[in-house]
């Protein structure tokens, strides 16, 4: 389809999918799940296989991740010519999967590993497993040509994040719609929270100086500083003290810090900041998707709103394997546990 006759298709079908999405209240139904079987029938049309439990669990989320992919990629094909960036938020599943072939490797395995299949989208070389060189040559990472060593390990897997991100903002910040500037600010927001969730965790659990988290933080321009648009609050919450809530309460983000009490000991913690963030992003996709209809923000969306239902869906697979509290998994999926027992 030309880009008219798609934007619109799309936005109608993305309305209606994001309506169903296992997301916020409706994620609680994943919650209410008695059992895997029926946390599968909940997600899929097709019958529950009859495999242990614990392959169970596996099933479910390479099913959803399976069936999410194959959504994405028969909506992006609607577009004659789709803009690159709807393509690169793919690649996130290619860098997943250097990932765990490179590990596999290293634990000198014989067989490849389960990957996600990207179709017509897909530049690895599978076949060629298991020469590491072969399959990465013709994709965007032919620089990860050997299994790394336990020394190199990080340092390559980082490279890797920072690559994709960097080519994400490449191609965001050139965006050929009316809908350029919301996601530029969207991903913006996005990683600039997800470097200072990062900076701090290495800051409060790691107790990593200054100078060494900086060198773990993703950015755009050619170091990370404070003038970087990904890496601006994670660099200014270097210097503040952990434990003093004077250094925190004007922070930009000082709404969704752990309740302070006078006269008690606090701490900053990141966990609670990354559950308030967390919860608020449905909202805020749903706001952008419907802000720019009929053009790639849909589909942009429309992946954003199935990276969190995922996240439930796995949240939701966990609890049930490990006989956890549910109220715990759906607080770590940014769902209020109130809801639990009362979702629909």
């Not at 609680?28 to 097709?46: G, I």
């Not at 599943?93 to 017509?120: D, F, H």
């Amino acid at each position: 389809m030309d880009y008219s006759g798609a934007s619109a298709y799309i936005y109608a079908k993305v309305c209606s999918l994001v309506s169903k999405a296992y997301v916020g209240e409706n994620a609680v139904r994943l919650f209410n799940a008695k059992s895997l079987s029926e946390l599968w029938d909940v997600l899929f049309s097709v019958p529950c296989p009859q495999v242990p439990e614990q392959i169970l669990a596996n099933k479910i989320e390479n099913q959803a991740v399976d069936t999410f992919i194959s959504d994405y990629t028969a909506l992006l094909q609607l577009y004659s010519k789709p803009d690159p960036f709807l393509v690169e938020l793919l690649r996130r599943y290619e860098v997943t999967n250097i990932k765990v072939m490179s590990a596999a490797l290293s634990l000198g395995e014989q067989e490849i590993p389960r990957t996600v299949n990207l179709g017509k989208y897909e530049l690895l070389n599978y076949s060629a497993w298991p020469d590491m060189k072969k399959i990465t040559e013709n994709s965007n990472f032919p620089w990860y040509d050997h299994v790394p060593t336990p020394e190199e390990r990080q340092q390559m897997d980082y490279r890797l994040d920072l690559q994709e991100i960097r080519t994400l903002w490449k191609y965001v910040i050139k965006v050929s719609d009316s809908s350029r500037n919301a996601l530029v600010g969207y991903f913006t927001e996005d990683y600039r929270i997800k470097n200072m969730l990062w900076a701090l965790r290495l800051k409060i659990y790691y107790q990593m100086p200054n100078d060494e988290i900086v060198k773990n933080l993703f950015y755009i321009s050619d170091e990370p500083s404070i003038d970087d648009p990904l890496c601006s609050s994670a660099v200014e919450i270097l210097d503040k003290a952990p434990d003093n809530y004077s250094d925190w309460k004007k922070w930009r983000y000082a709404s969704y810090l752990n309740p302070y009490e006078e006269g008690h000991l606090w701490s900053v913690d990141p966990m609670w900041i990354e559950q308030k963030l967390r919860i608020g992003e449905v909202k805020k996709i749903k706001k952008l998707l419907h802000q720019n209809p009929l053009t790639y923000a849909s589909l942009v969306m429309y992946f954003r709103i199935k990276l969190q239902e995922l996240n439930s869906i796995r949240a939701a697979t966990e609890a049930l394997r490990l006989n956890a509290e549910k109220s715990e998994a759906m607080y770590v999926a940014g769902i209020s546990a109130s809801m639990l027992n009362g979702g629909q």
